[in-house]
């Protein structure tokens, strides 16, 4: 019960962001919940040298939210099943490789990457807690109400999990105080992964320069419009632009060259 209501947010906040008909958004639900099965039945039974052999449940993931919204956006559907099916081509090569590339995802980048999930996915929470997007009683008292109350419900008795097997019949205002605390959850989960690194110059650059193009893209998407149609499906979801600012700035910028971080360095020695 504590992986459903994760399985089934990313298809209804995809679904409810492309405007997908009841039946479509529903199909989603069932083919994630579907694929989540047969995943796990892989990954814990194992099937010849495919599967984990450990016990695990397998599910969906925030970060093909902002992917999957861009994609969406130009070409529906099919263009979200097509890219699907070609990521998982390179997954697979890439699973070859997790030792040497583990160390291009240190946990600056990492927590960095979650935080942006996090942040950049409560506006649609804020939405649903409104009553809809272009709903005509959007932020009426009643909704905020509504929203509200099913927080401080969830807060209290602390029985969130539960909640999944009812959120695909929630109203958007119920659904809407469900998914703040939701997302705002995996945020804190972002900044409780870098809490223990130490946040030195060139830590505190890939935070800050990740989170401020994240962000940045989230909120003013327009500032991408004159770039390559290429170009603007990468970068048009703040969570992917974020992630590659990350990954590169996490490359770029050795200890060695930040002068603080030098200085740092050199005191410890001494």
């Given at each position: 019960m504590a992986a459903f209501g994760g399985i089934v947010a990313v298809p209804l906040v995809v679904g409810g962001v492309l405007g997908l008909p009841v039946n479509d958004l529903a199909f989603l639900v069932?083919?994630?919940?579907?694929a989540a099965g047969i995943a796990t039945f892989i990954q814990a039974r194992g099937i010849g040298k495919v599967g984990a052999r450990v016990a695990c449940v397998?599910?969906?993931?925030?970060?093909?939210?902002?992917?999957?919204?861009?994609?969406?956006t130009t070409m529906g559907l099919p263009g979200i099943f097509g890219?699907?099916?070609?990521?998982?081509?390179?997954?697979?090569?890439?699973?070859?490789?997790?030792?040497?590339?583990r160390r291009f995802f240190p946990p600056i980048v990492t927590g960095t990457v979650v935080m942006l999930i996090g942040?950049?996915?409560?506006?649609?929470?804020?939405?649903?807690?409104?009553?809809?997007y272009g709903a005509a009683d959007y932020g009426s008292l009643t909704n905020v109400a509504v929203s509200v109350s099913v927080m401080v419900v969830i807060m209290l008795l602390g029985i969130f999990p539960k909640f999944g097997a009812l959120i695909a019949i929630m109203p958007n205002p119920v659904l809407g105080g469900a998914g703040i605390i939701m997302f705002g959850m995996v945020a804190a989960a972002g900044i409780k992964t870098i809490k223990n690194i130490p946040l030195?110059?060139?830590?505190?650059?890939?935070?800050?320069?990740?989170?401020?193009?994240?962000?940045?893209?989230?909120?003013?998407?327009?500032?991408?419009?004159?770039?390559?149609s290429m170009l603007k499906s990468l970068f048009s979801s703040g969570i992917s632009a974020g992630t590659i600012t990350a990954l590169l700035l996490n490359i770029v910028l050795k200890e060695e060259y930040i002068e603080g971080d030098v200085v740092e360095k050199q005191k410890t020695a001494n």
């Open positions: 069932s083919a994630s919940l579907f397998m599910g969906t993931d925030f970060t093909f939210v902002g992917p999957s919204i861009a994609v969406g890219a699907t099916i070609l990521g998982s081509f390179i997954e697979i090569i890439l699973s070859r490789f997790i030792k040497p590339l942040l950049t996915l409560l506006p649609v929470s804020i939405d649903w807690a409104a009553g809809g030195n110059n060139r830590n505190m650059l890939i935070l800050a320069i990740s989170l401020g193009i994240g962000l940045g893209v989230t909120v003013r998407p327009d500032f991408l419009k004159h770039l390559p």
